[in-house]
């Protein structure tokens, strides 16, 4: 399991614990869920980066290169 997932469980497992301590209608419940959401959020956003083909990377790494040129019309 990657980093994100595996934080991503033990956040879960927070929540589960706050909500049945405080209740689930508390402020303290809400704001674990809410955590919760931004990392599958985040764990949702990483998984839909493209990775860099070979070019684009050479173009980063060399924008003078005249392979890199972008001519606009």
Do not use: F
């Not at 927070?14 to 674990?32: H, K, L, M, P």
């Not at 959020?41 to 070979?54: F, L």
């Amino acid at each position: 399991m990657s980093d994100i997932q595996e934080t991503i469980a033990a956040e879960v497992q927070q929540a589960r614990t706050v909500c049945d301590i405080s209740g689930s209608n508390s402020a303290e419940c809400a704001a674990a869920w809410d955590a919760v959401e931004e990392l599958q959020a985040e764990a949702s956003h990483q998984r839909n980066k493209k990775p860099k083909n070979s070019l684009e990377q050479y173009c980063d790494d060399n924008p003078e290169a005249a392979e890199c040129r972008v001519y606009d019309d």
